[in-house]
């Protein structure tokens, strides 16, 4: 199983805002004291220019539009409702707002068809909604697909039983263990797995700072590490700068990128930096609306597409 994809699919955003009802518990977004409209066409801007960059190393990149009747403020984060799977498989995700429910659209699936993709099977946990259980996609899951490992760091978003049934339902070993932030000198759960780690073929990206018990933080080292990959350390102040949002993409002749922010990328220090670059180049593009606003990042713009070609 390949752990790295050619092809993403992003949504355009069409009415980007700092989304009211994720703020309860993502301590990553900030207020800005602009209009909305401002904020959206900044954040379109800004998503463009990121394509664009994108498109430029020869990765596949597919653009859905958001529509502005939805009022999906953070339909520009696509991985979190969605994951794609290379037997055909597609998971789809129960997700923590309320208004973030939308942003699940068919349209998204027929765009993957109308590619050249097949979609054998959808796997829908969406009713655990009704519970009160949720587990945001490949924001709360980081998937080490090659070694068939996944890890979950568990939060409000991230339900530990749903986890162990989405491993058991695609074939994962769950890896568990909770990672927290400093907020106004309390330590609370961090939102999504998917700011602190970033899993990489043959590298692991990770603030093992932010993983307070000793036992657990042990364990996610050793799974790595026994998974090949080298484990690149940053820090907590490292992790607000989204340099835990990465994600690794290659283009059309297989060459690999690791795609992230340009304040992550600014972020890292030399020694991170040449760390990464031993095995791919960087690419990395502002988006300081859409993350000081979202409170997520580039990883969480892309949703990897993993799918067969359809004959």
Same mark, same amino acid.
């Given at each position: 199983?390949?752990?790295?994809?050619?092809?993403?699919?992003?949504?355009?955003?069409?009415?980007?805002?700092?989304?009211?009802q994720?703020?309860?518990?993502?301590?990553?977004? %900030?207020?800005v004291?602009?209009?909305?409209?401002?904020?959206?066409?900044?954040?379109?801007?800004?998503?463009?220019?990121?394509?664009?960059?994108?498109k430029a190393? *020869?990765?596949g990149?597919?653009?859905?539009?958001d529509k502005?009747?939805?009022?999906?403020?953070?339909s520009i984060?696509?991985?979190?409702?969605?994951?794609t799977?290379?037997?055909?498989?597609?998971?789809v995700?129960?997700?923590?707002?309320?208004n973030?429910?939308?942003?699940?659209?068919?349209?998204?699936?027929?765009?993957?068809?109308?590619?050249?993709?097949?979609?054998?099977?959808?796997?829908?946990?969406?009713?655990?909604?009704?519970?009160?259980?949720?587990?945001?996609?490949?924001?709360s899951?980081?998937?080490?697909r090659e070694?068939?490992?996944?890890?979950?760091?568990?939060?409000?978003?991230?339900?530990?039983?749903?986890?162990?049934?989405?491993?058991?339902?695609?074939?994962?070993?769950?890896?568990?263990?909770?990672?927290?932030?400093?907020?106004?000198?309390?330590?609370?759960?961090?939102?999504?797995?998917n700011v602190?780690?970033?899993?990489?073929?043959?590298?692991?990206?990770?603030?093992? %700072?932010?993983?307070? *018990?000793?036992?657990?933080?042990?364990?996610?080292?050793?799974?790595?590490?026994?998974?090949?990959k080298?484990v690149?350390?940053?820090?907590?102040?490292?992790?607000?700068q989204?340099?835990?949002n990465?994600?690794?993409?290659?283009?059309?002749?297989?060459?690999?990128?690791?795609?992230m922010?340009?304040?992550?990328?600014?972020?890292?220090?030399?020694?991170?930096?040449e760390?990464?670059?031993?095995?791919?180049?960087?690419?990395?593009?502002?988006?300081?609306?859409?993350?000081?606003?979202?409170?997520?990042?580039?990883?969480?713009?892309?949703?990897?597409i993993?799918?067969?070609?359809?004959n």
């Amino acid at each position: 199983m390949k752990q790295v994809t050619d092809t993403v699919l992003m949504v355009r955003p069409a009415a980007f805002r700092m989304n009211e009802q994720t703020a309860v518990n993502n301590y990553f977004q %900030e207020d800005v004291s602009l209009k909305n409209e401002e904020i959206n066409l900044k954040a379109q801007q800004e998503f463009d220019a990121f394509v664009d960059k994108l498109k430029a190393a *020869d990765v596949g990149v597919l653009v859905l539009q958001d529509k502005k009747e939805l009022d999906t403020p953070d339909s520009i984060f696509p991985n979190n409702w969605v994951s794609t799977h290379a037997n055909g498989d597609v998971g789809v995700y129960p997700m923590y707002a309320e208004n973030r429910r939308r942003e699940r659209r068919n349209e998204f699936f027929e765009l993957l068809e109308d590619s050249g993709f097949e979609i054998k099977n959808v796997v829908d946990y969406t009713e655990a909604e009704e519970e009160g259980v949720f587990l945001e996609g490949t924001g709360s899951i980081i998937l080490d697909r090659e070694n068939e490992k996944a890890y979950c760091a568990l939060s409000a978003r991230a339900d530990e039983d749903l986890f162990v049934e989405f491993c058991e339902d695609f074939g994962y070993l769950p890896v568990i263990f909770t990672a927290y932030q400093s907020v106004a000198s309390k330590r609370l759960p961090i939102y999504h797995t998917n700011v602190m780690m970033c899993i990489a073929e043959e590298f692991a990206v990770i603030c093992l %700072e932010s993983i307070d *018990d000793k036992k657990e933080r042990k364990l996610v080292v050793k799974q790595l590490k026994e998974s090949g990959k080298e484990v690149i350390a940053i820090s907590e102040k490292q992790m607000h700068q989204f340099a835990g949002n990465m994600l690794q993409v290659k283009n059309n002749a297989g060459k690999k990128y690791l795609v992230m922010s340009a304040s992550a990328h600014n972020a890292l220090k030399e020694n991170q930096i040449e760390a990464i670059t031993k095995y791919c180049d960087i690419l990395s593009s502002d988006l300081e609306t859409i993350e000081t606003c979202g409170g997520g990042s580039a990883r969480c713009m892309m949703a990897e597409i993993f799918l067969p070609k359809a004959n």
